[in-house]
Every structure is written in C-alpha cells, then in structure tokens.
C-alpha cells in the first residue's frame, strides 16, 4: 500500500474472494487496479463459504478526490455483470448528468478494450442510456431522484458522492431498491451490493456522514464492510508532504508537481481543499441560499412550449467556475403577475452556448441577461458581438450592471418567499439549490462559487431569468401625439 487507510474493514484471509477476478476485468479495461483499490476489491469480494456468494451486501467507501475511485467501481460493476445471465447494474449520481459523463467515460474506455467483444450495442437515449451484454445482464446510468420512490430491480448498485445527500433523501433511494434487491438473492443465487461512496461532505451531508461515522464507531453491520483513506486528524491539510504520504493515489496518479497545481485551483477554498485531498469534513455550517422548504413549497410544473400563449420571456444565463459548464433558465412572465422560472440546458463549457441561445431568442423573440463580469464575462463579450449579415446585433438584452447582480438572489428568494416566483420542478436544478452557499459583502450577497458543493450555474441562470422578467424591456407601442 502506499497510504495507509484511516480506518476500515481487513482482509479474512479464511475466505476466498473475488477480488482476483475484479483485477484481471480491470487490466482488460486497460485500468490495472492500485494497491488500495485492489485491497478494496478483495475485501468487498470476500466469498462466504456457507453460500458461494457474496459475504458483504454493502460496501462504505471513503476516498479524497484524484484517487481512481470510478475506475474501480467500472471494474466492480463489469465483473458483477458477467456473474450470470439477465443481471442488473446501477451506477447512481446526484444529477443525471453527473451519472451521464461517467457512463461516456466508461463506454469509451469499455469499447476500446477486448472486453466490447462481450456486448451489445449501448443505448444513448437521454434518461435511458445502457450498456446490455451478450449474455443480458445492463449496466445504466441514473440520478439518484428517478430511482427515489420507486422500486429498482438492482444486483449492484452504486450511489456515488452520496455527501450531496441528507438523510431524508437518502432514504427514501434506499427505500426504493433494497426490498427489491433481497429478492435477486433468491432470483440469481448472486449476493447483491450496495456500494455507498463518496469524499466527505460538510455538516449538511447528514445521510453520508451518519454511515460513515457508525463505521468508524464500529456499529456496522457485520454484513458491511468499509473503508476510509485521507489525512489524519492530527494532519495539516496545508502540508503537501502529508497530503503525498496519506492519499491513495499520490505517486501512482499524479506527483507533488501536479499536486502544486491542484493546491493553486482551490487557493480562495481552503476548506475545499481539505475535503478534496484530505478527505476532511468540513464541518462549517453552509449558509444554504434558499431553505429547503420554501424551495419545496414553490415547485410547480414544467411550462411546455405549446403553453407559453404568447407570455413574455427571458433567457437568463450563467456559468460555473473555470468555465466547465453553462446553464440557460427561462423566465416566464404569467397573466397572474407570478414569474415562473424554468432551467432548459446545462450545456458543457461555453462553446456552444451562442448557438443555443441565437436559437432560443429567434424562436421566442426574447432578450438575454447576462453578467458581464466574472465567470460569465468571456461568453457575454461574444454574446454582445454577434451580429446578422447587415452588422445588427443578433441577440438583445435586458441591461445589468453590478448593483443590479448583487440584487438579483435575494430578488429571487424574496420573490419565492411572497409566492410572486415560483420554480419548474427540475432535478438537476434541486441540486444546485441544495448545494448552493451564500457569500456576504456588507448587508448584500450572491451566490458563492467556490464556496458551494456543486453546480451554481442552475439556480444563478433561474436567478438571472427572474431578474429579467420583471426588468424587461416594454416593447415599443404606436407614436402617440397629444
């Protein structure tokens, strides 16, 4: 090993595993496991020799970031599929689209290697994407909220970053799958898995934090088996040597130079930092932008195109940190005086988000609003100069400047609270709410970036939107002569 584990379940030597058999469809994925990955496969593969299958029918990992944690959990999940015929895998984000990158990932790596001699021909349709094999068993992709609820016919299920999670929420996905994967027991004579992983999350990620906490009291379940890897308590986060000695991957992934680098990513976090590559709670209490319930008690259905009846709109537009994603939100003025807002696309980077919105602006005559100051500055300087073949702008705008951005969050929370604004109920855009943090300049705030645990760019879009609604331009009546 080079980093000792934190804390965790050890190997019985008195059991067989399957571990061995995880490696070998690892090197085939052309992803040969690390030293910490394969002590978690053995262990986690550990058969019972009272059955022949499974001894563990859940597994708790606790990783920082940058350490392999999703190559291992490809691997699992392609062994487990080739357990027998008609077999089902789960691979479970906090967002469709943190489920759907992880899935491309995995087929380009999966299509590339001998192993797509073993499968069919994936499905790609939104919501719907798979990967089957020849011998029937899938492998799909969900956001933890379409399985919530609902009863999910499951072999091998993995709910990853389950520090976004609160305990409430968590268990109700648990609700939803565990009843049915005691029957696939009985079904296939396969032990089926839950894997629970994740980095450490703050005080809010009460659903993570109670598991891993009763581990590391040792009031698991005997049929758990688990596993913790970050600095110790005792251990500064700021010391790069320590970060170099404790995490899983370091020397084997990356070097000290790179880890420099990641350091200088998070140099307005330090929190952050501790969680990401210590893997150390941040236990500060996150000054949540919106409350759970008045978010929950605002909800209200998607707006379909054919529903609009000639209603006002505004496209707001934000972008998340370094640029990695932008999201669109309208704003739809309703007869009522309420405005709706409804996120349409997070679409990755910004490189084609002038397509888009040239195309949603021709289609509903509607302006933008846009920041045009930091993460979004880039993107609004080339919204601002495209123009037709005649040299006139092709997109118009709801003027703001920084006072006004400043105003625009607690215009919308405000809005919320007085039932003047309401939310298209959206996944995705629950996410971000839940994970987005104030930051407080003077008696004012916005959204703060760096600060939250996930994507910010869908709630500022809503932000955005509803901003604009209520400050879009009135269009030009007939000249009036008195």
């Known amino acids: 090993m080079t980093a000792t584990p934190r804390g965790g379940t050890p190997r019985n030597p008195e059991r067989a595993t399957d571990g061995p058999i995880v490696a070998r469809f690892a090197q085939l994925l052309g992803t040969p496991l690390l030293p910490w990955q394969r002590l978690v496969a053995d262990v986690a593969g550990e058969i019972d020799p009272d059955t022949g299958t499974y001894y563990y029918d859940t597994v708790i990992l606790s990783t920082p970031r940058q350490c392999g944690k999703s190559t291992l959990v490809d691997a699992v999940d392609t062994r487990n599929a080739q357990w ?25 790596t999966l299509q590339a290697s001998p192993l797509a ?53 968590g268990n109700t996905i648990l609700d939803g799958f565990m009843p049915t994967m005691a029957t696939r027991l009985k079904a296939t004579g396969v032990q089926p898995q839950l894997w629970i992983t994740s980095t450490e999350g703050t005080a809010e ?51 000290k130079s790179q880890l420099i680098d990641f350091r200088e990513q998070f140099r307005d976090n330090p929190a952050g930092w501790a969680r990401a590559f210590g893997n150390r709670r941040d236990e500060g209490i996150t000054d949540r932008v919106i409350d759970e319930a008045t978010w929950a008690a605002t909800a209200t259905a998607p707006v379909a195109p ?53 195309r949603l602006c021709a289609a509903y005559g509607a302006p ?86 996930g994507l910010t760019s869908p709630l500022e879009s809503c932000m955005l939107a509803a901003w604009g609604a209520s400050h879009r331009p009135e269009e030009a009546g007939p000249l009036q002569i008195y």
């Open 368 to 453: 933008v609003v846009i920041d045009s100051r930091g993460t979004a500055a880039d993107l609004s300087d080339r919204l601002h100069h495209m123009t037709d073949h005649n040299g006139d702008p092709i997109i118009t705008f709801v003027d703001m400047d920084a006072a006004d951005y400043l105003t625009a969050g607690q215009s919308y929370v405000s809005g919320l609270v007085n039932g003047a604004i309401l939310h298209a109920a959206d996944p995705d855009l629950d996410a971000s709410a839940a994970n987005s943090a104030r930051k407080w300049a003077g008696d004012a705030w916005r959204v703060s970036r760096r600060g939250s645990t």
């Open 84 to 108: 027998g015929p008609d077999r089902f895998i789960y691979y479970l984000a906090q967002t469709g689209k943190d489920a759907g990158d992880h899935f491309k990932k995995y087929l380009k």
């Open 205 to 255: 990620s009460t659903f993570f934090n109670k598991r891993l906490d009763s581990c590391r009291a040792g009031e698991q379940s005997r049929r758990t088996c688990w596993f913790d890897f970050g600095l110790p308590a005792d251990a500064d986060p700021e010391d790069l040597d320590a970060i170099m000695r404790h995490h899983p991957a370091a020397g084997l992934l990356w070097d």
């Open 306 to 358: 054919a529903d609009l009846d000639n209603r006002p709109v505004v496209f707001g537009v934000a972008v998340d940190v370094d640029s990695t994603y932008t999201s669109i939100s309208a704003g739809i003025s309703n007869p009522d005086g309420t405005v709706t807002t409804q996120l349409l696309k997070i679409l990755d980077g910004t490189g084609y988000a002038p397509t888009e919105l040239s």
């Open 117 to 169: 001699a073993i499968t069919s021909r994936p499905y790609m349709a939104h919501g719907s994407e798979a990967q089957p094999f020849l011998n029937g068993s899938i492998i799909m992709p969900k956001s933890v909220t379409k399985v919530a609820g609902h009863g999910v016919q499951g072999d091998k299920i993995t709910l990853d970053e389950a520090f976004s999670l609160s305990e409430e929420t």
